[in-house]
């Protein structure tokens, strides 16, 4: 049987109402990614997205506290950035 391989970069990501330095912002982005793959190991990617090419996706609002862990809000920021991909056809 083959594996299907799927591929996701993230470029950037915006936070809005949430103050990060730069540094931060690249150790999420790096997290993000890692759990995305995750996910989508555990069989999480979206149906009929597999050649969609995406240059922005906006994600559901989430609500965060300053003090969050970066692991943890690297974790919430997948989960909704799967939402959002649930979404896209």
């Known amino acids: 049987m083959t594996k299907v391989v799927h ?3 993230i470029g950037n990501i915006v936070l809005f109402g949430l103050d990060v330095t730069s540094e931060r912002a690249e150790r ?4 993000v990614e890692s759990e995305l793959a995750r996910l989508f190991s555990e069989g999480e990617f979206p149906d009929g997205i597999a050649s969609t090419r995406m ?4 994600a559901p609002t ?6 969050q ?7 919430s920021l997948a989960r909704s950035i799967v939402l959002a ?3 896209v056809r």
């Open 69 to 75: 862990s970066d692991i943890h809000l690297a974790r």
């Open 85 to 87: 991909l649930h979404g």
């Open 28 to 31: 999420l982005r790096v997290l």
């Open 7 to 9: 591929t996701l970069k």
């Open 55 to 58: 240059s922005r996706l906006k």
């Open 62 to 67: 989430m609500h965060l506290t300053e003090s």
